[in-house]
């Protein structure tokens, strides 16, 4: 059901209002973690740039077919979560419409959290510190978006990892496949 981590790129998303983390990962590899820089603060008119600026990275950082990793919005955030829903939005249209993109995976913002530090309400600093006692993120960031998105891919490793009735009972939640 779910694509296994061997012979597959994943692009891993956390998109932010300035900052935007990516990790690519080619054949379970960490090949790059990336935080991409946005001049200003999202608003609905920018929303569509930022998307651009996404989607152009991934086209230059893959001759392949990838899978997209995104760290889910969160709901009640107030304006940014309407961006942010708009920007994802763009992005997962653009991974539709691409025949290098074989799906889309979104997984919530508090799975991830939970996964990586054990609660789901962790602050960025909380993750960055859980990823680091792991051994899995050395580089310091400026707003833990490098370090959101390495966990994004982290809870997707862990999730079609485990067998167990809860992380089945997530899979069929989070997987939206293409049918390619």
């Not at 996404?54 to 919005?73: A, G, K, P």
């Not at 979104?106 to 792991?134: D, F, H, M, N, Y």
């Not at 490098?146 to 982290?154: N, T």
Request: with cysteine.
């Amino acid at each position: 059901m779910f694509p296994e981590l061997e012979n597959n790129t994943f692009f891993a998303l956390d998109v932010g209002s300035t900052f935007t983390g990516v990790t690519i990962v080619k054949n379970k590899n960490v090949e790059k973690i990336v935080e991409l820089i946005v001049n200003e603060p999202v608003t609905y008119r920018k929303s569509l740039a930022v998307s651009s600026r996404i989607i152009s990275f991934i086209q230059e950082n893959t001759n392949s077919y990838y899978y997209l990793l995104i760290e889910d919005y969160a709901y009640g955030g107030g304006f940014f979560n309407a961006v942010q829903a708009e920007t994802m939005g763009a992005i997962k249209k653009h991974c539709l419409d691409d025949p290098k993109a074989l799906g889309v995976i979104s997984i919530p913002v508090g799975t991830i959290k939970k996964q990586v530090t054990g609660s789901g309400r962790a602050t960025k600093s909380q993750v960055v510190k859980a990823l680091k006692i792991e051994g899995n993120f050395t580089t310091a960031s400026k707003d833990g978006h490098k370090a959101d998105s390495l966990a994004v891919y982290k809870t997707y490793e862990a999730l079609i990892s485990s067998d167990t009735p809860q992380t089945d009972k997530l899979r069929s939640v989070l997987w939206d496949n293409k049918n390619k």
